[in-house]
Antibody, heavy 120, light 112 residues
Framework: QLQLQESGPGLVKPSETLSLTCTVSGGSIRSSTYYWAWIRQSPGKGLEVIGSMYYSGSTYYNPSLRNRVSISADTSRNQFSLKLSSVTAADTAIYYC????????????WGQGILVTVSS | DVVMTQSPLSLPVTLGQPASISCRSS???????????LNWFQQRPGQSPRRLIH???NRDSGVPDRFSGSGSGADFALKISRVEAEDIGVYYC?????????FGQGTKLEIK
């Protein structure tokens, strides 16, 4: 059974880069079955898709974040990562990693989520 | 972006009674491949969202048959035939037809 777990700092200073890692177990990140996705949830914006990547390296980013976001994979560790630059308080949210099925066009399973607060 | 509007935002229900949630999209959700990618998720307190229904009316594996989805075009609904205690949480619709994919603001189902 596929399981995902987010990790990274829970506090990031304004203007710095948020970096999170998702460790995948029960399946290979090289699988062609899924895309690997990041979604965030905040009281102000609700659930927001950040973007996803395919095992081939193709990436798809929400246009609202495209200039600041990067998703990449470390196949040797079966992990994928999120980097979000120039963060502000508006980026404070619970960040989830998960899978995306392009066949059904939906997300899941999801990790348990990690709260990231942007504050000095 | 496609705006997904749910109603009501809060839904007090009596156990054993039915419940219904509406979801409307600002654009039609029929994809160029002919499918309608309207999905429903459940988020129980303290948990991450869980898949419920895909492509309007198809339950995910393990989802009880008291959950059903319906609708077409830009107007959709999630129905629970008889609410059980484990159904308490927030329900979200999500469209996967247009990029970026977007979610509704959520409907909180609570016991009356």
């Amino acid at each position: 059974q596929l399981q995902l777990q987010e990790s990274g700092p829970g506090l990031v200073k304004p203007s710095e880069t948020l970096s999170l890692t998702c460790t995948v177990s029960g399946g290979s990140i090289r699988s062609s079955t899924y895309y690997w996705a990041w979604i965030r949830q905040s009281p102000g914006k609700g659930l927001e898709v950040i973007g996803s990547m395919y095992y081939s390296g193709s990436t798809y980013y929400n246009p609202s974040l495209r200039n600041r976001v990067s998703i990449s994979a470390d196949t040797s560790r079966n992990q994928f990562s999120l980097k979000l630059s120039s963060v502000t308080a508006a980026d404070t949210a619970i960040y989830y990693c998960g899978t995306y099925s392009d066949y059904l066009k939906w997300y899941g399973p999801w990790g348990q989520g990690i709260l990231v607060t942007v504050s000095s | 972006d496609v705006v997904m509007t749910q109603s009501p935002l809060s839904l007090p229900v009596t156990l054993g009674q039915p419940a219904s949630i509406s979801c409307r999209s600002s654009q039609g959700l029929v994809h160029s491949d002919g499918n309608t990618y309207l999905n429903w998720f459940q988020q129980r307190p303290g948990q991450s969202p869980r898949r419920l229904i895909h492509r309007v009316s198809n339950r995910d594996s393990g989802v009880p048959d008291r959950f059903s989805g319906s609708g077409s075009g830009a107007d959709f609904a999630l129905k629970i035939s008889r609410v059980e205690a484990e159904d308490i949480g927030v329900y979200y619709c999500m469209q996967g037809t247009h990029w970026p994919h977007t979610f509704g603001q959520g409907t909180k189902l609570e016991i009356k």
